[in-house]
Structures are given as C-alpha cells and as structure tokens.
C-alpha cells in the first residue's frame, strides 16, 4: 500500500505570491490533516478535513484554505506569501476523523521557502 | 490557552540506559494521548496510543504513562541504542490532535 504523497518536495517563492500544495493519502483514508513545521514552534495545526468537509481549524489567518476532493486527495493554499510562512508543510491521512483516536500517517513534507 | 510543553528541547544519554521524556499540558482535557518518532527531513512515525482511562502503555522497549491528574505523559525508552536518536513528538487528540516542540534525544555509543 502506498503511503501519504505530499508534492512538490521543495519549493521556493517570493514575498506576495501563492502556493498550492498537494496531498494524496493513503487509499481508503478520508481524513486528511495539515500541519506546519518550524524549529521555533514545532507542528501546528491547519485543518483537517474528512468526506469533503473542513472539520476543524486552527489558529492561522484566513491567507491559509484547503480543500479536499472527492477521491480524498487534499490541497492547501497560501496567499499573499510571507517570509515567516518559511516552513515544512506535512499532511497526515488516516480512515476516520482524529476523534477517533488512530494513528496518523505522515507524508514526508513540502518544504516552503519564501525569499 | 491550551499549551502543550515537552520539558526538554535536548536529551543527550548514553547507550544502554532509560530515556525519559516528559509531555506536559494545560489547559487540555484531551480522550488520548500518542508519542510518534520525527527523523530529519521526514515526518513523525506513530509509536503508541495511551487512552485517558490507562495507566500505562508498552511495546517492546518502550513504554508510555498518562496521569490525567498531573496532566503529564512519560514516553521511556530502555536498553537504548544509538538508532533511537531522533526528535519525538508527543499528541494530544480530542476532537483534533495538537502536537508538543518536540524534544531531540541522541544516544551515545
């Protein structure tokens, strides 16, 4: 079974332009999370969505939105791009929303640079 | 404001003895709480779930306890090896997971 695909690996943009990145989970999994990576503050929760729906969000500016397709696949989006959005972006599939308490499967990451 | 805090960012031991890492909370009433494994330029790997209504969790060297009362988790790892190096992440679910810094342990040979 093929694990959570997170593309591209790397990217770099510039200040004031967006990004999209993408997320396949692993087949079967309706429930995607985003999170963001820095040294200085570890993971921080985006959202998660599950069967299309956002289920819950965290403490980011609007700038940040996701969506998620009907084959579970997953897209954030970042507008407007900052020099502090700089940071490792990583998707995490599992089969049912995280109230119930599975584990998360991690993709590897995109790593965001913005100059 | 709910704070997730893993006392050391850093833990330098020598191999062969326990690693002891600390997951403390406020302000959190979380169902269940999980340790994963971050390797660099990678993403975290589960490693065990401990529910709100157990003491304690093991699998093979490693072991996990939850008091709900101090609002704190151990993760320990016995008999460790230079390959359980890593940054080890601690997560508290509910109704979402949010995850603690993160603290780095290497093992000396």
Known sequence: ?????????YLIKTRGQQVTLSCSPISGHRSVSWYQQTPGQGLQFLFEYFSETQRNKGNFPGRFSGRQFSNSRSEMNVSTLELGDSALYLCASTTAPTGAAEKLFFGS??????? | ??????????LNIQEGKTATLTCNYTNYSPAYLQWYRQDPGRGPVFLLLI???EKEKRKERLKVTFDTTLKQSLFHITASQPADSATYLCALGDNDMRFGAGTRLTVKP
């Open chain 1, 1 to 9: 079974k093929a694990g959570v695909t997170q593309t591209p690996r």
């Open chain 1, 109 to 115: 990451g995109t790593q965001l640079s913005v100059l």
């Open chain 2, 1 to 10: 404001s709910q704070k997730i805090e893993q006392n050391s960012e850093a």
């Open chain 2, 51 to 53: 529910r709100e209504n």
